[in-house]
């Protein structure tokens, strides 16, 4: 199924498009994001692409059949992000051996940080000798010595700081500086500093190998814990991959006499093979404790099913025969065998994992100065750093030259490694300063923290939600959530159970010309009109017929007006089923009398149908539906987080009165007589009212059960599908709620303004992170107090603060825990 956002695309755009997946590595930064998204932006016959950090993957729309999908993996590649297309062939099970490799690979790459994260503290612990004064030296001589520090920086620069040594200077040779590019350049200025002031002491320059050392021990440390952190942020995603059944129990579908029912022996063969090659039509089976293969309807059996993966609700499910089940679900207490309905990707769990992952790629609107700064942001830090050189080196040194005469002798109290003697000191203060506050502004600079921003927050978010059958559609749906100060709701099946019964059956007295009609002949006129559509009403009449155990007559020439009124020919006579206006449209008369009855009627909370015999009115049937024991609750809650609350509804104004009523809305809360049609319309007319006592415009929730609302869900500013795995509620809505639980629009609303929450708090403290920690690190506070960010604690703070966002978008966790 392809995952289609409210965008407008023409049909014949449409068609000659496609979208391609890739799995990109190698991106550490926002920058890296861009180089990648510019990549793949210029190529031929790539329209748009979209890029996140989080989960490396890359979606690209390109023109049908005009990229090679592994020609294009292999120019990034050779950008120096190594990447290949995700080939799903359409099957779901494809889809997960797809990310088989990179579960593996995952698996492999923690067993790396684990070594990372012992050579980082190794680093760390040596490095620190430089900084602890004589008792290292006096305790292990060796670390006291100046080239022990020295092999100690060259084996940290080659070993484990390799990798960010050659991925700096890819992105710098392709004109995409990153992260690395600044850490590179940063740990090489100092080691080379160092390496010079050895080799020549006659320079009074001072060796701090100790800082590069440190640089690459912090780096490394802060990736590591980054990297966990976002394996914990994924997990809830890749425990949804990990539903999907890879393996098949086909068996061959009996052979039955006519009008029996098929049932299956214990002789029977079965075959065991790949999920994805299941067809439909075709008979599985699913024995206790299994999880179930592919959508299906039980044909043999009976069985209790958890349904928890898919909807959030604990409690197992009886399935009977006819039932339809889910792929993913598990089976737990008896055999079953099913006929598969929906494979491979068109799989219930297959569009979610589709839905969440797409969701996972659209950006929220807050993130575009992140994005905008990103594309800017490491040349920006080379050239203050170039500045920070050239101001200290030729004029700051000058100016508060006591201020760099103590600091200088400060740092130099402090090292065991220096070489220098203090009569020198005066005249190459000026550069090693320079030098170091230069070093400190490259490294401190965290395009990572920026980068991880919001991607990290959404990854975590819409996990939390699909656990509980709350799926959101991507980072623009929750910024257009936090916006939202209306939210309405469609009546019927969606705040009442849909399941309306049939409370009064009243025939009008017959004029001289017409002989009147039984409560029996009216209810059994109205079942044969009713038999010929589907509708919650005309269910609700069909079952009073049955319940009464009313032979229903044949009925011929249907003919339905959607939300107005129904007709048929019954035994040679025309009957019309419908509204007051409706009948008088059609000529049909009705009495003062008639009509009071009905308003009388409609003032209960009743929904009224008038039964016309030709041209003669001849009764009304009154019909109610009750309202869902959780409706109330959700529209106070509703209203306590400050949204104003609308009902929609077809019904009369009495009908849908006497329910806003009950609801405790007012009577300008309630837009009543509005048929399927017209209820986008209706939509849009609130959206331009605004709300009181503002010009802007409404923004609008819809509520519905995602079939006949599907207009009214896409025009809505963001569309709330309830209770509905339809193809039409998962490409129409914003939101699916997969449970049969009214609370849970709360709960999204509640998860969307959460997560966007996060995604604000982390770009204010990357964008907080670096306007301040640039300054400090060129040394601002310098002349003032003496304060110095050395280049080691600006790869400390750099490391942590791209941990810190990771860790912040976790804490939403408690979201699930709390709400």
Same mark, same amino acid.
């Given at each position: 199924?392809?995952?289609?956002?409210?965008?407008?695309?023409?049909?014949?755009?449409?068609?000659?498009?496609?979208?391609?997946?890739?799995?990109?590595?190698?991106?550490?930064?926002?920058?890296?994001?861009?180089?990648?998204?510019?990549?793949?932006?210029?190529?031929?016959?790539?329209?748009?692409?979209?890029?996140?950090? %989080?989960?490396?993957?890359?979606?690209?729309?390109?023109?049908?059949?005009?990229?090679?999908?592994?020609?294009?993996?292999?120019?990034?590649?050779?950008?120096?992000?190594?990447?290949?297309?995700?080939?799903?062939?359409?099957?779901?099970?494809?889809?997960?051996?797809?990310?088989?490799?990179?579960?593996?690979?995952?698996?492999?790459?923690?067993?790396?940080?684990?070594?990372?994260?012992?050579?980082?503290?190794?680093?760390?612990?040596?490095?620190?000798?430089?900084?602890?004064?004589?008792?290292?030296?006096?305790?292990?001589?060796?670390?006291?010595?100046?080239?022990?520090?020295?092999?100690?920086?060259?084996?940290?620069?080659?070993?484990?700081?390799?990798?960010?040594?050659?991925?700096?200077?890819?992105?710098?040779?392709?004109?995409?500086?990153?992260?690395?590019?600044?850490?590179?350049?940063?740990?090489?200025?100092?080691?080379?500093?160092?390496?010079?002031?050895?080799?020549?002491?006659?320079?009074?320059?001072?060796?701090?190998?100790?800082?590069?050392?440190?640089?690459?021990?912090?780096?490394?440390?802060?990736?590591?814990?980054?990297?966990?952190?976002?394996?914990?942020?994924?997990?809830?995603?890749?425990?949804?991959?990990?539903?999907?059944?890879?393996?098949?129990?086909?068996?061959?579908?009996?052979?039955?006499?006519?009008?029996?029912?098929?049932?299956?022996?214990?002789?029977?063969?079965?075959?065991?093979?790949?999920?994805?090659?299941?067809?439909?039509?075709?008979?599985?089976?699913?024995?206790?404790?299994?999880?179930?293969?592919?959508?299906?309807?039980?044909?043999?059996?009976?069985?209790?099913?958890?349904?928890?993966?898919?909807?959030?609700?604990?409690?197992?499910?009886?399935?009977?025969?006819?039932?339809?089940?889910?792929?993913?679900?598990?089976?737990?207490?008896?055999?079953?065998?099913?006929? %598969?309905?929906?494979?491979?990707?068109?799989?219930?769990?297959?569009?979610?994992?589709?839905?969440?992952?797409?969701?996972?790629?659209?950006?929220?609107?807050?993130?575009?100065?992140?994005?905008?700064?990103?594309?800017?942001?490491?040349?920006?830090?080379?050239? #203050?750093?170039?500045?920070?050189?050239?101001?200290?080196?030729?004029?700051?040194?000058?100016?508060?030259?006591?201020?760099?005469?103590?600091?200088?002798?400060?740092?130099?109290?402090?090292?065991?490694?220096?070489?220098?003697?203090?009569?020198?000191?005066?005249?190459?203060?000026?550069?090693?300063?320079?030098?170091?506050?230069?070093?400190?502004?490259?490294?401190?600079?965290?395009?990572?923290?920026?980068?991880?921003?919001?991607?990290?927050?959404?990854?975590?978010?819409?996990?939390?939600?699909?656990?509980?059958?709350?799926?959101?559609?991507?980072?623009?749906?929750?910024?257009?959530?936090?916006?939202?100060?209306?939210?309405?709701?469609?009546?019927?099946?969606?705040?009442?159970?849909?399941?309306?019964?049939?409370?009064?059956?009243?025939?009008?007295? #017959?004029?001289?010309?017409?002989?009147?009609?039984?409560?029996?002949?009216?209810?059994?006129?109205?079942?044969?009109?009713?038999?010929?559509?589907?509708?919650?009403?005309?269910?609700?009449?069909?079952?009073?017929?049955?319940?009464?155990?009313?032979?229903?007559?044949?009925?011929?020439?249907?003919?339905?007006?959607?939300?107005?009124?129904?007709?048929?020919?019954?035994?040679?006579?025309?009957?019309?089923?419908?509204?007051?206006?409706?009948?008088?449209?059609?000529?049909?008369?009705?009495?003062?009398?008639?009509?009071?009855?009905?308003?009388?009627?409609?003032?209960?909370?009743?929904?009224?149908?008038?039964?016309?015999?030709?041209?003669?009115?001849?009764?009304?049937?009154?019909?109610?539906?009750?309202?869902?024991?959780?409706?109330?609750?959700?529209?106070?809650?509703?209203?306590?987080?400050?949204?104003?609350?609308?009902?929609?509804?077809?019904?009369?104004?009495?009908?849908?009165?006497?329910?806003?009523?009950?609801?405790?809305?007012?009577?300008?809360?309630?837009?009543?007589?509005?048929?399927?049609?017209?209820?986008?319309?209706?939509?849009?007319?609130?959206?331009?009212?605004?709300?009181?006592?503002?010009?802007?415009?409404?923004?609008?929730?819809?509520?519905?059960?995602?079939?006949?609302? %599907?207009?009214?869900?896409?025009?809505?500013?963001?569309?709330?599908?309830?209770?509905?795995?339809?193809?039409?509620?998962?490409?129409?809505?914003?939101?699916?709620?997969?449970?049969?639980?009214?609370?849970?629009?709360?709960?999204?609303?509640?998860?969307?303004?959460?997560?966007?929450?996060?995604?604000?708090?982390?770009?204010?403290? #990357?964008?907080?992170?670096?306007?301040?920690?640039?300054?400090?690190?060129?040394?601002?506070?310098?002349?003032?107090?003496?304060?110095?960010?050395?280049?080691?604690?600006?790869?400390?703070?750099?490391?942590?603060?791209?941990?810190?966002?990771?860790?912040?978008?976790?804490?939403?966790?408690?979201? %699930?825990?709390?709400?």
């Amino acid at each position: 199924m392809q995952i289609v956002s409210k965008t407008n695309i023409s049909p014949e755009e449409a068609s000659t498009t496609e979208k391609m997946t890739l799995d990109v590595g190698g991106m550490k930064c926002a920058g890296c994001v861009r180089a990648v998204e510019r990549q793949l932006t210029q190529y031929p016959g790539v329209k748009s692409a979209c890029v996140n950090l %989080a989960t490396e993957v890359a979606v690209v729309e390109l023109e049908a059949g005009a990229v090679d999908p592994d020609a294009l993996a292999k120019q990034l590649t050779a950008a120096g992000f190594p990447t290949q297309p995700r080939k799903l062939g359409g099957k779901v099970a494809l889809e997960t051996q797809s990310i088989q490799d990179p579960v593996q690979r995952q698996r492999q790459e923690m067993q790396a940080a684990k070594r990372q994260l012992v050579i980082a503290v190794v680093l760390l612990v040596l490095s620190l000798t430089g900084h602890v004064g004589n008792m290292s030296g006096h305790v292990i001589p060796v670390l006291h010595n100046i080239w022990f520090h020295c092999g100690l920086a060259t084996v940290a620069l080659l070993i484990p700081g390799r990798p960010i040594l050659v991925d700096g200077w890819v992105g710098l040779r392709h004109n995409a500086p990153n992260m690395n590019t600044l850490v590179g350049l940063g740990t090489l200025t100092a080691y080379t500093a160092s390496l010079v002031a050895l080799l020549f002491p006659q320079l009074g320059w001072e060796c701090f190998f100790d800082e590069p050392v440190m640089m690459l021990g912090f780096i490394l440390l802060g990736r590591t814990l980054e990297k966990q952190a976002r394996t914990r942020a994924a997990a809830a995603f890749k425990e949804l991959l990990a539903l999907a059944p890879q393996v098949a129990r086909l068996i061959g579908k009996p052979k039955t006499t006519e009008g029996a029912t098929p049932s299956l022996s214990s002789s029977t063969a079965v075959v065991e093979i790949p999920a994805e090659l299941v067809r439909v039509g075709e008979w599985l089976q699913v024995l206790p404790g299994e999880k179930i293969p592919v959508d299906g309807e039980i044909v043999d059996g009976q069985t209790t099913v958890d349904e928890s993966m898919l909807t959030g609700e604990a409690v197992p499910v009886i399935k009977q025969l006819g039932d339809l089940v889910t792929a993913g679900t598990l089976n737990q207490s008896g055999a079953i065998a099913i006929q %598969a309905t929906r494979v491979g990707s068109d799989t219930t769990l297959a569009q979610i994992v589709a839905l969440v992952e797409a969701a996972q790629t659209r950006r929220a609107p807050v993130q575009k100065l992140a994005d905008t700064v990103a594309g800017y942001f490491t040349y920006g830090v080379l050239t #203050a750093a170039l500045l920070t050189f050239v101001f200290w080196y030729f004029f700051g040194t000058h100016i508060w030259h006591h201020a760099v005469m103590a600091y200088a002798m400060e740092i130099s109290h402090h090292s065991l490694l220096s070489t220098s003697h203090t009569p020198h000191l005066t005249i190459y203060t000026p550069l090693l300063v320079s030098l170091k506050l230069a070093i400190a502004v490259m490294v401190v600079a965290c395009p990572c923290a920026l980068g991880l921003a919001t991607p990290t927050a959404i990854l975590v978010g819409t996990a939390i939600g699909a656990e509980r059958g709350l799926l959101i559609k991507g980072g623009d749906i929750l910024e257009k959530v936090h916006q939202l100060n209306t939210v309405v709701f469609d009546k019927t099946g969606t705040l009442t159970t849909g399941r309306p019964v049939v409370t009064d059956c009243l025939p009008f007295e #017959a004029d001289e010309e017409n002989a009147s009609v039984t409560s029996v002949a009216l209810l059994q006129m109205a079942a044969a009109v009713e038999s010929g559509t589907i509708h919650p009403l005309a269910t609700a009449i069909q079952q009073e017929a049955k319940r009464q155990k009313l032979s229903i007559p044949d009925a011929v020439d249907f003919h339905t007006e959607p939300g107005l009124g129904v007709s048929a020919v019954v035994e040679g006579t025309s009957v019309l089923l419908g509204n007051c206006d409706w009948l008088k449209w059609h000529g049909i008369s009705i009495s003062e009398t008639a009509q009071k009855q009905a308003q009388e009627l409609a003032a209960d909370g009743k929904t009224t149908v008038f039964v016309a015999l030709g041209d003669t009115i001849a009764g009304l049937i009154a019909v109610q539906d009750t309202l869902r024991p959780d409706a109330k609750a959700t529209i106070d809650k509703l209203r306590q987080i400050g949204l104003r609350v609308m009902l929609l509804s077809g019904d009369t104004q009495d009908a849908a009165s006497a329910t806003a009523k009950q609801l405790g809305l007012t009577c300008a809360d309630v837009t009543a007589g509005v048929p399927p049609a017209k209820k986008a319309a209706a939509i849009q007319e609130l959206q331009l009212q605004g709300t009181k006592g503002s010009t802007q415009h409404s923004i609008v929730a819809m509520v519905g059960d995602g079939i006949n609302d %599907a207009p009214a869900l896409s025009q809505a500013d963001v569309g709330i599908a309830l209770h509905s795995g339809t193809d039409v509620a998962m490409e129409t809505a914003e939101i699916v709620l997969m449970r049969d639980n009214l609370t849970d629009v709360v709960a999204s609303i509640l998860l969307s303004r959460a997560t966007l929450s996060k995604i604000r708090q982390n770009l204010f403290w #990357a964008f907080v992170y670096n306007t301040l920690g640039i300054p400090l690190a060129a040394g601002v506070l310098l002349p003032s107090f003496g304060f110095v960010l050395s280049p080691s604690g600006a790869a400390a703070l750099m490391a942590f603060s791209s941990v810190s966002v990771v860790t912040n978008s976790l804490f939403l966790r408690r979201f %699930a825990h709390h709400s």
